[in-house]
């Protein structure tokens, strides 16, 4: 066989379904023998968009995605969400190509020196490979999927000689390589335990990592025999369901649940799992509580960055749940039931303390809330929304959503321009459910011509763009941190999204007034003939909820 059949039939074995890229001309071969092979060939606008593809399938399916570009632009423009992707803990492949291994020095795309491509990718990939010889195929495909998925998952970086996808040879036998998940000690198990003996209100905030070790059962019976109230991070929205009576909302201090909020600050140990403690994962740090800390994660190097553990545990979410709840069977712990009522009467509290919020400056243009409010309306249980960085997804902090993983944000490198291309690919991954793509007005401008790209694959992802003619989030910032207000950097022209989706292909709909929301919105969900775009001109003036608290402000200029 040749070597791009060689590499497919590597991907094959370790049951790759679907390809992110842009076509190019040295990755030809690779990309027509994933077509001739029954493989998916996502062909995205912008490899940009290609690679936050790749993300979303990533966190959608729960393993390895594959994003195959071209090397020069094609492997530069992808950086931003393999970034992501190293610092949030996604597995994905990505395949870049060598110039032509001819003696020239001047080939397009090249860089000064041949290392020059592979050292940008060292600092946001776990891994970096080299395959020069068709032999080497098998073992190198091998190792970089056992590595994207050990331990903390990660994207691995490949780069090919373009030479070797048209060259002839055999290889081989494939061997898939298994990954071992980090345990606990028996003896830092016993550690836990004799805290949580000692603790008279213990609470757990769960992070993705629980998502990704399958751990979410253990999770609950260990909420339950503890009677403890559950939390979880922003990005691990869904983890619980919603007939569990201990949930008690999104921790993300003074930007999440006010029940959260309330709950950590009542709390005398606080039991983290699989969480990192971001910036944005924490209200830009207003995150409190007084007890001790046991913070469990997968990776040594996301533990203690923001607060310091009493314990640290380095392991993998499910290993150290099941040990935990083993030990904890032998202590025989009769818990009283008596904190299901408390976590009641807390989000009877925050409901009332959001109507408050929600009802106030109804005045005037459509509130960013009330866009989300009449989302709920409409919105399926299994529904995936995927948030773009700006002040509209800060809404969606605090928005109920119960199934696991259908919220797809970003609280760590925080990189506009996911929510098109990531709804775009969820939509085509997922057909038949509901997807909201959740976009502020800068947010599509970077990527949102990957609507095409949804009417290219007859995907029909529903993206609405809170149009507010401005970064608003940036603009806020500016207040807070610098006490300025400079258009020149946040304004952005007026813009009708509604007709750019017309031009490429997908139904355009426009809202200006709060009493046509429910219907567009309906309108949008019902129409299952391709992509559509709902642009709602939102009041640039006010502030997110969740910011309201953090900034005991409501309106921009009075921060």
Excluded at 545 to 553: A, E, I, K, N
Aim: with cysteine; glycine share 6%.
């Amino acid at each position: 066989m040749i070597g791009s059949e060689g590499i497919v039939e590597c991907l094959t074995q370790e049951n790759v379904d679907m390809i992110f890229t842009v076509a190019a001309e040295n990755i030809y071969p690779l990309l027509q023998s994933c077509l001739k092979n029954g493989l998916s060939v996502i062909n995205s606008k912008l490899e940009l968009s290609a690679a936050f593809m790749a993300l979303t399938y990533s966190r959608l399916k729960k393993k390895p995605s594959v994003l195959i570009v071209t090397g020069g632009p094609g492997i530069i423009g992808s950086l931003s969400p393999i970034a992501e992707a190293r610092l949030e803990g996604d597995p994905m492949i990505v395949f870049s190509t060598l110039p032509p291994n001819d003696g020239k020095k001047t080939h397009m795309h090249q860089l000064i020196n041949e290392e020059d491509q592979t050292n940008i990718l060292v600092p946001i990939t776990k891994e970096q490979f080299k395959i020069k010889k068709l032999c080497d195929i098998p073992k190198v495909i091998s190792e970089a999927f056992g590595k994207c998925r050990e331990k903390k998952p990660g994207p691995v970086y490949i780069e090919l000689v373009p030479e070797i996808l048209l060259e002839e040879g055999s290889m081989p036998k494939y061997e898939h390589r298994e990954t071992i998940a980090p345990k606990p000690s028996t003896d830092e198990v016993i550690k836990v335990c004799e805290l949580i003996l000692k603790s008279r209100f213990p609470v757990i905030i769960a992070g993705r990592g629980v998502y990704l070790a399958e751990a979410r059962e253990e999770l609950l019976k260990l909420a339950q025999i503890l009677d403890a109230p559950l939390t979880t991070t922003i990005m691990a929205k869904g983890l619980v369901p919603k007939n569990f009576r201990l949930y008690a909302g999104v921790a993300a201090g003074r930007s999440g649940d006010i029940t959260a909020e309330k709950i950590l600050e009542k709390s005398d140990l606080v039991i983290a799992i699989g969480n990192r403690f971001s910036e944005m994962g924490t209200g830009r740090y207003s995150l409190r509580f007084s007890g001790k800390l046991v913070h469990i994660n997968i990776s040594e190097e996301d533990i203690g960055r923001v607060f310091k553990p009493d314990i640290a545990i380095v392991s993998d979410a499910r290993e150290f749940l099941t040990m935990l709840l083993k030990e904890l069977e032998k202590k025989k712990i009769k818990n009283e039931g008596k904190n299901v009522e408390l976590v009641k009467e807390f989000w009877s509290k925050e409901e009332e303390e959001l109507k408050k919020l929600y009802g106030s400056l109804k005045e005037g243009p459509i509130k960013s809330w009330e866009v989300i409010q009449t989302l709920n309306q409409v919105i399926e249980e299994d529904a995936i929304v995927v948030g773009d960085v700006g002040a509209h997804r800060i809404e969606t902090f605090i928005m109920p959503l119960y199934a696991p993983q259908t919220y797809i944000a970003t609280t760590s490198y925080v990189s506009m321009g996911l929510a098109v291309p990531g709804a775009v690919a969820a939509s085509i991954i997922y057909p038949e459910k509901q997807v909201f793509g959740i976009v502020g007005d800068g947010g599509f401008l970077m990527t949102g011509f990957e609507i095409s790209t949804a009417v290219q694959y007859n995907a029909k992802p529903i993206i609405i763009v809170f149009n507010d003619s401005s970064y608003k989030v940036l603009r806020i910032y500016e207040h807070v941190r610098y006490h300025s207000d400079t258009k020149e950097l946040y304004k952005l022209p007026e813009t009708d999204f509604a007709k750019i989706a017309e031009g490429l292909g997908a139904k355009g709909i426009r809202v200006f007034e709060r009493s046509q929301l429910y219907q567009s919105f309906k309108e949008a969900v019902e129409w299952r003939k391709g992509p559509v775009v709902v642009d709602v001109k939102i009041d640039p003036e006010t502030i997110p909820v969740p910011f309201q608290r953090l900034y005991s402000s409501k309106r921009i200029e009075e921060i």
